[in-house]
């Protein structure tokens, strides 16, 4: 029973009492009054009235009082029950505490000892009969301070006792305690919800004899490396400890010296060496091996002689106590400085007349630069030209890819087999990766040779961040991710298309290396600049290989999908901008890449928002023209089209299109492509086409001709452009838009 349990029935029963005796008192007072009333003068009527009320009276309050005196009883048996389960519990308690091996001590909320066991006494066995309930913890301390018990009391009693309760009073975790009789006790304190402290006592004596011998044997293996240290030099060294007594030596040392063989068996000192060096190998040091064990920090250094011999001698005093000289042999050195300073008077009446012959070499020299420097103007021309090559062979070699895609994309749109669709998908992926292949080499050959120029302006951050978004959104959705990306409206100046070529790279690489967790584009505004990062979750990269995943066809992970080319991408276009770009990683804490943009002026939004809007056509029965030189890509556009419910004629050039059209007839779309036969380019064909139908036909350019002299000639005259090969998705929304 618990001892709010045990002071509600003491309350209880105190009021049982009090009841009782109010109930005798007024028992007592009608008794008297009935009494009284007899002596009255009254008839005898009255007084038997009287006597019955007064009965009735007597009876009903008779029997209050056996109720209260029955509910006294049974209050005095819930006590004592509740008092026998109280010493149960406690001895139960008891017997719990006894049986831990730890020293166990409770205090209560005034620092008064309440309970301990047997445990707690074996660490006092000095002031154990001293120790009894009721005793503050101060007084524990001081009785332990007084019989010297702990080490530390026995310098300074006062002290140790202050720091005691000090460390008590917090009793925040433990510390160990050192004993007198070489144990030692680890003290865990902690405090208890009324405000007292429980304290276990635990013996780890063992634990720290296993500590020192760990210790010693790491200081016997430390000696070891020591001594075969020093057996390792060439130099003789000795090393003195604080009595000038021989503590260690090498082998060396007995060569450099001539030392008999038992020269440090027994009574070898200082002194031993010191007579040894000066009186038989007649060494005239200067004072040099002179005893300054006692001045810490002392060192000399001097080149002596010994007879026909030289040594160079270095003597350091150590910090507590003790000395270390060396000795190095240097005749042969001396002698070879001397055969050197011989080697170098002959070298200088040389050089005198090789100098003649360097300038007949320098003017040879300067010849070879001019002809270095006119095959740097070579290699830079080759260079441009294999840009050239480049981008002319990319046409060639994204037309067949594109024929490819579009017949992939046009199975895909059909009721196809799992097997089948499946390896469809496959070779959507394998042409997707052909691609981004091709786009990324053509774009580092453009980035080398100069070919894209920065265009610089003002523009809105957040607005680049949202087309981000909208891009990777779903590629982060796919591989379960969560993609954060920042949307306060800031202004940067730099150049839009390579800081959206950029922050893709970085988004790319952080979904493709983050298996789980998030992907976050923050924005941080400074004095110059803003600070664009983009943080995954990913395995991180470790710090010596951070500078190698800016180099070309470097992959840290062979499991994923990428090439190895957008960092090398980034690193291009960030040092032809002058922005610095920054890698914040470690293996298994992610990866943030970051680009410093400077900051830009707002400027006037020129869109007037005039465009009309139309309502949504669906790509039914839709009379698309495509101009292609390829056959293949006619029947590609052909089969894809078609699926999407539209009505296809294709044609290789101007003439084979006019014909497919009766006077009257006009398509409601042209897809042309820009390179078509005998030099017809498809900006010529569509102005001449544009012209016989008599009407603005909407029209998209397709071409494989990355270059932003087409685009921006294109972008004059509203015309949409779509390079090879055509991504089926990009083709459909393009046309939707375009039919609004």
């Known amino acids: 029973m618990t001892e709010t349990t045990l002071a509600s029935t003491e309350a209880e029963l105190a009021q049982l009492r009090e009841d009782n005796r109010k109930l005798r008192k007024i028992n007592a007072a009608l008794i008297d009054r009935v009494e009284r009333s007899s002596d009255m003068a009254g008839n005898a009527f009255s007084m038997f009235e009287t006597a019955i009320t007064l009965e009735a009276m007597v009876r009903e309050r008779t029997t209050e009082l056996e109720d209260a005196l029955g509910r006294l009883a049974t209050a005095n048996a819930d006590l004592a029950q509740a008092h026998a389960s109280a010493e149960a ?26 309970l301990f066991n047997d445990a707690y006494l074996g660490f006092w066995p000095e002031i154990a009969d001293q120790l009894h309930e009721g005793m503050s913890f101060e007084d524990v301390a001081r009785l332990a301070a007084a019989h010297h018990r702990p080490p530390g009391s026995v310098v300074a009693p006062d002290r140790w006792v202050s720091d005691r309760l000090a460390r008590h009073s917090v009793a925040d975790g433990g510390h160990v305690q050192a004993l007198a009789d070489d144990r030692w006790v680890q003290i865990n304190e902690l405090r208890t919800s009324e405000g007292g402290i429980v304290g276990i006592y635990t013996d780890i004596t063992e634990v720290k004899a296993e500590d020192a011998r760990n210790r010693a044997l790491e200081l016997a293996e430390r000696n070891l490396v020591l001594q075969s240290t020093l057996d390792n030099l060439s130099e003789g060294v000795c090393l003195f400890d604080a009595q000038g007594r021989v503590a260690a030596w090498n082998e060396a040392l007995q060569h450099v010296l001539d030392l008999p063989d038992d020269w440090a ?3 070898a000192s200082h002194g031993a060496l010191l007579g040894w060096c000066r009186d038989r190998l007649g060494m005239a040091d200067g004072g040099c091996l002179d005893w300054r064990g006692d001045q810490p920090g002392a060192a000399r250094h001097a080149l002596v002689a010994a007879g026909d011999r030289h040594f160079e001698v270095r003597s350091t005093a150590l910090e507590r106590g003790g000395q270390v000289i060396g000795f190095t042999d240097v005749t042969d050195m001396l002698r070879a400085q001397a055969g050197l300073q011989e080697t170098a008077e002959t070298l200088e009446r040389r050089v005198a007349e090789r100098t003649a012959e360097l300038r007949a070499e320098v003017a040879e020299r300067r010849e070879i630069e001019a002809q270095l420097r006119d095959a740097k103007t070579a290699a830079e021309k080759a260079n441009l030209s294999k ?13 067949p890819l594109n024929a490819a895609r579009l017949f992939v994309a046009a199975l895909g749109d059909r009721r196809l087999a799992l097997p089948t669709r499946a390896l469809v998908n496959q ?11 091709l786009e990324a080499l053509l774009e580092i050959s453009r980035l080398d040779a100069g070919a894209i120029q920065p265009e610089i302006g003002d523009f809105r951050l957040d607005t680049l961040l949202g087309t981000l978004r909208v891009e990777f959104a779903p590629v982060a959705r796919a591989s379960g991710l969560m993609l954060d990306m920042a949307n306060e409206p800031l202004w940067v100046r730099s150049d839009i298309r390579l800081v959206r070529r950029i922050l893709q790279n970085f988004l790319s690489n952080a979904l493709r290396y983050t298996q789980q967790g998030s992907v976050r584009v923050d924005c941080l505004v400074g004095e110059q600049a803003i600070r664009v990062s983009v943080t995954d979750s990913g395995p991180g990269i470790a710090a010596d290989k951070q500078a190698l995943v800016f180099e070309e066809f470097r992959r840290l992970d062979t499991r994923t999908s990428g090439k190895g080319l957008g960092l090398a991408i980034v690193k291009r276009a960030s040092d032809m901008l002058g922005h610095r770009v920054t890698l914040e990683s470690a293996p298994g804490r992610g990866s943030t890449f970051a680009i410093e943009l400077p900051l830009g002026e707002p400027v006037a939004d020129l869109d007037n ?39 296809v004629r294709t044609a290789g050039g101007f003439a084979e299109a006019t014909g497919l059209f009766a006077p009257g007839e006009a398509p409601d779309i042209i897809l042309i492509d820009y390179h078509l036969n005998d030099g017809e380019t498809g900006e010529v064909a569509l102005d001449r086409l544009r012209g016989h139908f008599a009407m603005p036909v909407s029209a998209v350019m397709i071409s494989a001709d990355r270059g932003k002299e087409l685009k921006a000639r294109l972008d004059a005259h509203g015309i949409p452009l779509l390079n090879k090969p055509v991504k089926p998705a990009q083709l459909r929304a393009l046309l939707r838009t375009m039919l609004k």
């Open 89 to 114: 519990a406690q001895v139960r308690l008891r017997d719990a505490i006894d049986s831990i091996n730890e020293g166990f001590v409770l205090f209560d909320a005034e620092d008064r000892l309440v």
């Open 265 to 267: 068996q027994e009574g």
């Open 387 to 399: 840009t050239s090559f480049l981008a002319a062979a990319s046409h060639d070699l994204l037309q």
């Open 427 to 437: 070779t959507s992926t394998a042409l997707d990766s052909v691609e981004d292949l």
């Open 609 to 647: 928002g005039s465009e009309t809007i139309g309502r949504d056509r669906t790509m039914r029965g839709l009379d698309v023209l495509v101009i292609d030189n390829e056959r293949a890509i006619q029947t590609g556009m052909r089969t894809l089209l078609g699926g999407w419910g539209c009505t």
